[in-house]
């Protein structure tokens, strides 16, 4: 009788210990899944290359996409609230302003992101870095843009949550830049 009682203690003491395990790995990972999708950072620079992509691509500068096209493109990547944050506070314009004030070209080359935290809520910080290309017929420049960046999932889906700069001053511009 007693080794079966000393038999039966451990199988629970193992048990225990199993079901503390499962949770640990849970916990652990915790910050970085949400809703089911693991956050990667290839697929966090996908979403975020797109997002650039879509905002600051001037292919003509004689007639750049209007903030109205550059917001109906940006929307997918970006949570409503911030979405409605950048279009009261103007954003989707200065890529068509900076085109037209130079008359040149602007393309983005590469984004890299590095990431800072993950927090409770499931989003991700990250410090980014933005290449742009700006040119025309006669001449080429890069400009490096530097910032910050927060990624969250909803309805399974990479969203920007937040995403702010310093800006970068672009030549020929009389105050300001991207």
């Known amino acids: 009788m007693k080794g079966i009682g000393v038999a039966i203690i451990k199988k629970i003491?193992?048990?225990l210990f199993l079901i503390v395990l499962i949770n640990g790995v849970v916990a652990c990972n915790k910050d970085v899944v949400k809703e089911g999708k693991m956050v990667t950072l290839e697929d966090a620079e996908k979403l975020f290359k797109g997002y650039s992509t879509e905002l600051y691509t001037i292919k003509d500068p004689?007639?750049?996409p209007t903030s109205d096209d550059i917001a109906k493109n940006i929307k997918v990547y970006l949570t409503e609230e911030h979405y409605n944050a950048e279009i009261a506070n103007r954003k989707f314009q200065i890529p068509e302003l900076v085109a037209k004030?130079?008359?040149k070209s602007i393309e983005v080359q590469d984004v890299t992101l590095e990431e800072q935290?993950?927090?409770d809520d499931g989003t991700?910080?990250?410090l980014?870095?933005?290449k742009f290309k700006v040119y025309d017929d006669t001449s080429s420049k890069l400009y490096e843009k530097e910032g910050e960046l927060t990624i969250t999932t909803i309805n399974d889906e990479l969203k920007i949550k937040r995403e702010w700069s310093r800006g970068v001053e672009i030549d020929g511009m009389d105050v300001g830049g991207l």
């Open 101 to 103: 004030q130079i008359n």
């Open 117 to 119: 935290s993950k927090n």
């Open 62 to 64: 004689a007639t750049p």
């Open 128 to 130: 980014y870095t933005t």
């Open 124 to 126: 991700i910080d990250y």
């Open 13 to 15: 003491i193992g048990l």
